[in-house]
């Protein structure tokens, strides 16, 4: 039976030997490389549940890959028809793609949440969404309305034996890793209030300084106010948190991601300010309440990781302003702190009445890779470009978390100028300035990349990078596998789904399998 590729293989790979000449390759004005209609089709809702071994692969699989690659991200994009405002707003659906001896297994299952369930028996709108969404019924159904739903749609993360859905506004979700049956929410053995948020970007520190070089589980929490308090997580290898502190900081907080060092944890606290009077009211949601204030700093919070007598709890350093999601990694060298992000220059608003499928890139700024230093006693910043390609979702080798390293890759635009969806998955070789680019334009959009590193490699960059990818010509979604050394072999897999996968957010990958046949 012909794959899907059979006949049309869109797939580019590119290397570009320095990083001031990547325009070498490209035109200055280069033609749109997508169309909106082609991004559009990602963002429909796929309601059905799927399990199947995938048989339709084009390349093999590595039979070395063994383990468990976890997706999370909004499955719904409508409830009954109704579509949802933003895409953020809908309900998390998990998708497991299970390796192993050359073979692939997928499944996917929504979180049950108590939201999602409440909504698929009513057929319709219950709860304001962070994002825009509202109950029917205009601003008087929806004023002094402030239950929101934990949608449990931005992460996944097998840790400690338990599968954890992760939403950051509040406590996980505890999954059953064979079934993907949501068990009840988790507590850790309640150190966790009920309600409390547990952010979905924890880090992964490889060698943990307090644990005699054991593995840990750092995470956030934040309880954003006229001051906000900021609260750490560390969770060891059976999944308990051990350690918890909390700080309070001025000012209103919206922070998505952080990173770790051995000996600290670093937030950038966007520029933002919360006029919550229009949510009271039921005119907008939350997060339509949020604007970017352009002139003023980004404040970087530096918080010690073990807390000393002599020294202050945390300190606050500024930098230009501008709005940072994601960071990629940071690491110490002396009295520096090095931290690499991707910097949006403005935050794009969600306005009451827009249609995010009809989102104008051109208008937007594009996510760049920025290098910020820390210098801890001046107390100063500078920072510096370290690619102008729009790009978004990076991902490095687990054990360089924290620490200095060498390779990241992230998914990017298809033209080196100007913002446009990913479709392209990059490689930044950011000691030689190489970078290789695999690109899935101009039908293909892409989710974030996965490093699975090969069992029992020294190398940095020795093994796989993992990702769906959209195929808006079938209307169907790839599992594309490729070789991290070397993207100009081109996809060393590529495993068609029988279906679509709404754009998703965030996952992980665990050695781990969860068949039980």
Same mark, same amino acid.
């Given at each position: 039976m012909p794959t899907r590729y059979e006949s049309s293989n869109h797939e580019i790979r590119c290397n570009f030997k320095n990083m #001031?000449?990547?325009e070498t390759q490209e035109n200055q004005n280069p033609a749109k490389s997508y169309t909106l209609e082609d991004w559009q089709g990602g963002y429909e809702s796929l309601s059905q549940e799927f399990d199947y071994w995938i048989d339709d692969i084009e390349g093999? *699989?590595?039979? @070395?890959?063994? =383990?468990?690659?976890?997706? #999370?991200?909004?499955?719904?994009?409508?409830? #009954?028809?109704k579509r949802l405002h933003h895409p953020f707003d809908g309900d998390g659906m998990i998708s497991r793609i299970s390796f192993t001896k050359g073979r692939a297994h997928f499944c996917n299952r929504f979180v049950q949440t108590s939201g999602y369930l409440a909504e698929k028996k009513a057929k319709k709108i219950l709860y304001r969404g962070v994002f825009g969404t509202q109950k029917p019924g205009g601003w008087l159904a929806n004023a002094f309305d402030f239950k929101i739903k934990n949608i449990a749609n931005t992460n996944v993360i097998y840790w400690g034996g338990k599968l954890l859905a992760l939403w950051e506004a509040a406590e996980p979700h505890r999954l059953d890793p064979h079934t993907l049956e949501t068990l009840e929410k988790e507590y850790f053995n309640g150190v966790l209030s009920t309600g409390e948020a547990f952010s979905a970007h924890p880090r992964f520190d490889p060698s943990c300084k307090q644990d005699n070089d054991a593995p840990c589980l750092v995470n956030f929490s934040i309880k954003p106010g006229l001051s906000t308090t900021i609260t750490i997580f560390e969770l060891n290898p059976a999944g308990e948190i051990i350690r918890k502190q909390s700080h309070k900081v001025p000012g209103f907080c919206f922070i998505h991601d952080f990173v770790i060092t051995p000996n600290y944890c670093i937030f950038f606290q966007n520029p933002v300010e919360f006029n919550p009077l229009p949510f009271a009211l039921g005119i907008c949601s939350a997060g339509q309440?949020?604007?970017?204030?352009? #002139?003023?700093?980004?404040?970087? *919070?530096? *918080?010690?990781?073990?807390?000393? /007598? @002599?020294?202050?709890n945390f300190k606050i350093l500024e930098a230009q302003s501008g709005f940072i999601f994601h960071h990629v990694n940071a690491f110490e060298v002396g009295d520096e702190i090095v931290i690499d992000s991707i910097c949006y220059e403005?935050?794009?608003e969600v306005e009451p009445n827009s249609d995010y499928r009809k989102t104008d890139f051109d208008t937007n700024s594009p996510p760049q890779l920025w290098r910020f230093h820390l210098n801890l006693k001046e107390n100063a910043v500078q920072r510096q470009l370290i690619d102008s390609r729009a790009c978004e979702f990076p991902i490095i080798h687990p054990n360089n978390m924290g620490r200095k390293y060498r390779y990241l890759y992230i998914g990017a635009a298809h033209n080196q100028t100007g913002n446009a969806p990913l479709q392209a998955i990059l490689k930044v070789d950011l000691e030689s300035g190489d970078r290789q680019l695999w690109s899935a334009a101009p039908r293909g959009f892409v989710g974030e990349p996965i490093f699975v590193p090969r069992p029992n490699?020294?190398?940095?960059?020795? =093994?796989?990078? *993992? /990702?769906?990818?959209?195929? /808006?010509?079938?209307?169907?979604?790839?599992v594309v596998i490729l070789d991290a050394q070397d993207f100009l072999k081109g996809a060393v897999a590529k495993l068609h789904l029988k279906h679509h996968i709404p754009y998703g957010l965030h996952g992980s990958f665990t050695p781990e399998i969860f068949l039980d046949s």
């Open positions: #001031n000449t990547l093999q *699989i590595p039979p @070395e890959l063994q =383990g468990t690659l976890f997706r #999370n991200g909004p499955g719904l994009l409508d409830v #009954n028809g309440c949020i604007k970017l204030i352009k #002139n003023k700093p980004t404040q970087i *919070i530096v *918080i010690p990781r073990i807390s000393k /007598a @002599e020294t202050p403005s935050l794009s490699s020294q190398q940095e960059d020795d =093994g796989w990078i *993992i /990702a769906l990818v959209y195929d /808006a010509e079938y209307h169907c979604s790839d």
